[in-house]
Every structure is written in structure tokens, then in C-alpha cells.
């Protein structure tokens, strides 16, 4: 959504509950404690470039439809099936990729068809585990379900078995169903992000624009060929693009589809800062109306169901105080591109949930109360102590989700938000090892290395070494 010309107007303030009074005095407790600590120990001591034009006497690439939701045609598979359907694990998005044609249409017995259907899924999600990426996100491995009258069966998606079930990958559209059940972003149908492909000898090569590191974020164009067996290789890789968005986490929470954008990269360390700051809040906005739905499906409490439509507008809020800061250090804000997405299910918003709220966003509500103490720019304090308290109510509002979500989750399925959790709790923790420049330590109050980790310290003795669920 567009930047605001001034801050959003409010009928009345967002109502405090108990528990959000109780964290706004514990991350304070906690920020001054990391000062406290860190002073006494020194005083003893991008811009998104097009992808490259091909310079290899290959054909051209062509865009690729992208599969990532819809349908794939079963003419031409090897197997003579009623369904096919390809998923993995939550990854803070559905877990189905694509579903071609119709699961148990041939079964005698349609009932024990989909009864056996539903166990396979299960199955095939319990026997995944957490594989964090840089963010701490969770991946699961891939497989593939078929129908074929009443037999149901479970297959790897690797191998002999995926190329006994696709036949030789010889078509954009099975390249594109190989390469997005391996790489989860190439499923994206955005303009910026979509794929592209084109027929060689030895099968489909796809081209991609992938993250492919983090603080700063580098993007980088990737070339992955699908051979015809269904394996899957790398052929080249082109950084194009680095973006400070997600640098330090900064205050907001990332929704689920958050892609990199083409934008004018700041000169400076602080327009590059507010103008990722700025990024991420506009993008909180989707975050939060999508969890808004979400909630509403769910049958979400009705307080749960309010903060988040109060949270949509805190975000409207602080993007315009960031942007404007951006614009102020010479940066030029903008709002980066989300990707439509499914509404979740209860296991797979509370994997998101508990990685973007309970860890990314508690901790950018605690940076936020540090910085609303220490920024030496006062334009830059009144911002922070505005989005401190915000930020707060916001992190309140992911423990508290956490706690209702848990509650009709299985046992396994709360194990794998537990992992998760502690895997972005590591994941932060190795992003705070950066040291942050002078200049933004001075005008926008960010701590020094040494402080950061004291205050993700304070905040795991406080909050993530407690059993989630009761926090």
C-alpha cells in the first residue's frame, strides 16, 4: 500500500490489556540492563538490476507460469492417475504446492480413499523436521501423494520415484513443479520474482531471483537446470541486487510472500536504514491484515481479532514516520512487493507466528525501547518512542496468539513451533553480531554490537527459554 502524506488518525487509543503492560515493563527492565551491563564493561575494558541478458548463443528464456497454486495437466505422465498432488511442510505458507485433478474421482470406496489420503499427509508432515535458513524458518522435505482408483500412495520427490511419476521432465510446467517444491521462492508469480526458462539438451534450465544472503539482503539471479531424470543442479549464479531491508532488525514483521523489490539504494548508512525500516513496516501492513483474516477464519477470539486490525494501522503509522526519515537522510521510500497467499492453517500460522512474532518482533519492540532512550536526534526518539509502545502491544499480541494456537495443535506439531522458534531464536542472535556504524549508534540509537547481544541475552533468560506456551 502507498505511503500516507501524515500519521494515521485514530477514533480512539488501542486498548492496554494486562499482558501488554506487563511486557512494555519487562523489555524496558531488560533494554536498561544491557546499557547498564555494556557501559560498565567499556568503561574497564541495492538496487535489484534486470536479469542479464544471455550471451551464450542459447535460446532466450521465456516467462514460466508459475505452478506454485494452481493445476498441472495430467496428459503426459507416466502413470495413468486420478491425482497428483505435490506439497511439503509449512513453510509459513500452505504446505500444498499444486493439486492436478481430482484426489480419490476413480475410488470404489471414496470415503476410505480420502481417509487414507489424510493419513499419508499427516505422515508425510510428522516425518519432516525443522531445517532453518538464515531467517529460522522452518522447511520440510518434499513429497508427492497420487490416486489411482481406491490406492493411495506416498512418494519421494526425488529420484526414480518422481521420474516415475512425471515421466521425463521435458515441459515448463513439470520443470516448474521440480524447482518449487526444492526452492520455495521460484514459486512466486510476482512480475519482479518470476521465473523464466528455457529448453536445452539435457532438460528445462530456470532461471530465478533468489535471496541468497542476508544483512544486507543480496539477491541473486539463479540458473538451475531440471534434467529430464528430475534431478536438479545449479548452473550459475549472478548477484544483482543488495538491499539493507531486514538488516537489524528492524522494527516490523515480514509477511508471508515478502520479495525483494527494485529500488534506488540510499548513499548513507542512515537513509539506507530508514529506508529499509520504512520497507518493512509497509510491508507489516499486509503482514497483519492477512493475519487479521486468518484469525477471522479461525474463529479467533474476538480481542486477538482486534489487536490485529489495531496493529494494521500501527504499521500505516510508523512506515510514514519512516519513510519520512528516510527522505529526510536523503533516501527515497518504498514499498516492497508481497506475493498473494493462501489463508493458513492453525499449524502453519503458528510456525510463522512464532518466528516473526514471538522472536523477530518481541525483539524489534525491545530495539525499539532501546533506542527510544538512546537516539541523539530527537525527530528520530519521538519516532522510536511511538513505535516502542507499539511494538510492544504487537509482541503481546504474538505471545498471546501463540498460546491460543497452541492449545488445539498435536503434540509433534507443537514440537516442530518449538524448533522453529529456537531456531530463529539462533538465527537473530548470529545477525547481532554485526556492529552497527557510528553514525547510526549516534542518530538512530542503535546499540553496538557488544549491547545487542546483552539485550537478545536478557530477552532469552526472560522469555524464550520459558515454555512457549505459558509465556
Same mark, same amino acid.
Given at each position: 500500500?502507498?505511503?500516507?502524506?501524515?500519521?494515521?488518525?485514530?477514533?480512539?487509543?488501542?486498548?492496554?490489556?494486562?499482558?501488554?503492560?506487563?511486557?512494555?515493563?519487562?523489555? =524496558?527492565? !531488560?533494554?536498561?540492563?544491557?546499557?547498564?551491563?555494556?557501559?560498565?564493561?567499556?568503561?574497564?575494558?541495492?538496487?535489484?538490476?534486470?536479469?542479464?541478458?544471455?550471451?551464450?548463443?542459447?535460446?532466450?528464456?521465456?516467462?514460466?507460469?508459475?505452478?506454485?497454486?494452481?493445476?498441472?495437466?495430467?496428459?503426459?505422465?507416466?502413470?495413468?492417475?486420478?491425482?497428483?498432488?505435490?506439497?511439503?511442510?509449512?513453510?509459513?505458507?500452505? =504446505? &500444498? %504446492? /499444486?493439486?492436478?485433478? /481430482?484426489?480419490?474421482?476413480?475410488? *470404489?470406496?471414496?470415503?476410505?480413499?480420502?481417509?487414507?489420503? #489424510?493419513?499419508?499427509? %499427516?505422515?508425510?508432515?510428522?516425518?519432516?523436521?525443522?531445517?532453518?535458513?538464515?531467517?529460522?524458518?522452518?522447511?520440510?522435505?518434499?513429497?508427492?501423494?497420487?490416486?489411482?482408483?481406491?490406492?493411495?500412495?506416498?512418494?519421494?520427490?526425488?529420484?526414480?520415484?518422481? +521420474?516415475?511419476?512425471?515421466?521425463?521432465?521435458?515441459?515448463?510446467?513439470?520443470?516448474?513443479?521440480?524447482?518449487?517444491?526444492?526452492?520455495?521462492?521460484?514459486?512466486?508469480?510476482?512480475?519482479?520474482? %518470476?521465473? !523464466?526458462?528455457?529448453?536445452?539438451?539435457?532438460? !528445462?534450465?530456470?532461471?530465478?531471483?533468489?535471496?541468497?544472503?542476508?544483512?544486507?539482503?543480496?539477491?541473486?539471479?539463479?540458473?538451475?537446470?531440471? #534434467?529430464?531424470?528430475?534431478?536438479?543442479?545449479?548452473?550459475?549464479?549472478?548477484?544483482?541486487?543488495?538491499?539493507?531491508?531486514?538488516?537489524?532488525?528492524?522494527?516490523?514483521?515480514?509477511?508471508?510472500?515478502?520479495?525483494?523489490?527494485? +529500488?534506488?539504494?540510499?548513499?548513507?548508512?542512515?537513509?539506507?536504514?530508514?529506508?529499509?525500516? #520504512?520497507?518493512?513496516?509497509?510491508?507489516?501492513?499486509?503482514?497483519?491484515?492477512?493475519?487479521?483474516?486468518?484469525?477471522?477464519?479461525?474463529?479467533?477470539?474476538?480481542?486477538? @481479532?482486534?489487536?490485529?486490525?489495531?496493529? &494494521?494501522?500501527?504499521?500505516?503509522?510508523?512506515?510514514?514516520?519512516?519513510?519520512?526519515?528516510?527522505?529526510?537522510?536523503?533516501?527515497?521510500?518504498?514499498?516492497?512487493?508481497?506475493?498473494?497467499?493462501?489463508?493458513?492453517?492453525?499449524?502453519?500460522? %503458528?510456525?510463522?507466528?512464532?518466528? *516473526?512474532?514471538?522472536?523477530?518482533?518481541?525483539?524489534?519492540?525491545?530495539?525499539?525501547?532501546?533506542?527510544?532512550?538512546?537516539?541523539?536526534?530527537?525527530?528520530?526518539?519521538?519516532?522510536? #518512542?511511538?513505535?516502542?509502545?507499539?511494538?510492544?502491544? +504487537?509482541?503481546?499480541?504474538?505471545?498471546?496468539?501463540?498460546?491460543?494456537?497452541?492449545?488445539?495443535?498435536?503434540?509433534?506439531?507443537?514440537?516442530? !513451533?518449538?524448533?522453529? @522458534?529456537?531456531?530463529?531464536?539462533?538465527?537473530?542472535?548470529?545477525?547481532?553480531?554485526?556492529?552497527?556504524?557510528?553514525?547510526? =549508534?549516534?542518530?538512530?540509537?542503535?546499540?553496538?554490537?557488544?549491547?545487542?547481544?546483552?539485550? +537478545?541475552?536478557?530477552?532469552?533468560?526472560?522469555?524464550? *527459554?520459558?515454555?512457549?506456551?505459558?509465556?
Amino acid at each position: 500500500m502507498p505511503y500516507r502524506s501524515s500519521p494515521v488518525g485514530r477514533s480512539c487509543a488501542p486498548i492496554w490489556d494486562p499482558t501488554d503492560q506487563l511486557l512494555y515493563l519487562l523489555l =524496558r527492565r !531488560v533494554a536498561r540492563g544491557a546499557a547498564f551491563t555494556a557501559a560498565i564493561a567499556s568503561s574497564v575494558s541495492c538496487l535489484e538490476e534486470p536479469l542479464p541478458p544471455d550471451t551464450h548463443g542459447e535460446p532466450p528464456f521465456e516467462p514460466l507460469l508459475c505452478v506454485q497454486h494452481g493445476a498441472l495437466p495430467l496428459a503426459g505422465l507416466a502413470l495413468e492417475l486420478d491425482s497428483l498432488e505435490l506439497g511439503r511442510a509449512p513453510y509459513g505458507n500452505n =504446505r &500444498v %504446492a /499444486t493439486i492436478a485433478g /481430482t484426489p480419490c474421482a476413480g475410488a *470404489e470406496r471414496p470415503e476410505e480413499c480420502s481417509a487414507k489420503r #489424510a493419513t499419508l499427509i %499427516a505422515q508425510a508432515l510428522e516425518s519432516d523436521v525443522c531445517n532453518g535458513d538464515q531467517w529460522g524458518n522452518c522447511f520440510g522435505r518434499p513429497y508427492i501423494i497420487t490416486t489411482t482408483g481406491d490406492d493411495v500412495e506416498l512418494a519421494a520427490v526425488s529420484g526414480p520415484e518422481l +521420474h516415475a511419476i512425471l515421466g521425463d521432465i521435458d515441459t515448463p510446467a513439470e520443470a516448474a513443479l521440480v524447482l518449487g517444491l526444492h526452492v520455495p521462492e521460484s514459486g512466486c508469480d510476482t512480475t519482479e520474482k %518470476a521465473p !523464466v526458462y528455457r529448453l536445452v539438451r539435457q532438460g !528445462v534450465e530456470v532461471r530465478t531471483l533468489q535471496s541468497t544472503g542476508v544483512c544486507p539482503t543480496v539477491t541473486s539471479s539463479v540458473v538451475q537446470l531440471v #534434467a529430464r531424470d528430475g534431478t536438479l543442479s545449479e548452473v550459475s549464479s549472478e548477484v544483482v541486487g543488495i538491499d539493507p531491508l531486514f538488516c537489524f532488525a528492524e522494527p516490523g514483521r515480514r509477511p508471508a510472500g515478502l520479495v525483494a523489490s527494485a +529500488h534506488r539504494p540510499a548513499s548513507t548508512e542512515l537513509g539506507r536504514f530508514f529506508q529499509g525500516a #520504512a520497507a518493512l513496516e509497509a510491508a507489516s501492513v499486509r503482514a497483519f491484515e492477512m493475519i487479521g483474516r486468518e484469525l477471522h477464519a479461525l474463529g479467533a477470539p474476538a480481542a486477538l @481479532q482486534r489487536k490485529a486490525r489495531e496493529a &494494521v494501522d500501527d504499521e500505516v503509522d510508523h512506515s510514514w514516520r519512516m519513510a519520512r526519515l528516510a527522505e529526510r537522510f536523503a533516501a527515497t521510500a518504498y514499498v516492497p512487493s508481497v506475493c498473494d497467499t493462501p489463508l493458513r492453517d492453525r499449524f502453519a500460522l %503458528a510456525l510463522d507466528n512464532a518466528v *516473526e512474532g514471538c522472536v523477530r518482533e518481541t525483539f524489534a519492540a525491545l530495539l525499539a525501547t532501546y533506542q527510544a532512550a538512546h537516539a541523539l536526534d530527537a525527530e528520530v526518539l519521538q519516532a522510536f #518512542a511511538r513505535i516502542s509502545r507499539d511494538e510492544t502491544r +504487537h509482541a503481546s499480541l504474538a505471545w498471546q496468539l501463540q498460546a491460543w494456537l497452541e492449545a488445539e495443535l498435536l503434540p509433534a506439531q507443537r514440537e516442530r !513451533v518449538h524448533a522453529a @522458534q529456537r531456531a530463529a531464536v539462533q538465527a537473530l542472535r548470529d545477525e547481532l553480531a554485526k556492529e552497527a556504524d557510528p553514525e547510526l =549508534r549516534r542518530v538512530a540509537g542503535l546499540p553496538d554490537a557488544r549491547t545487542a547481544l546483552l539485550l +537478545h541475552d536478557g530477552l532469552r533468560r526472560a522469555l524464550w *527459554e520459558r515454555e512457549p506456551a505459558s509465556a
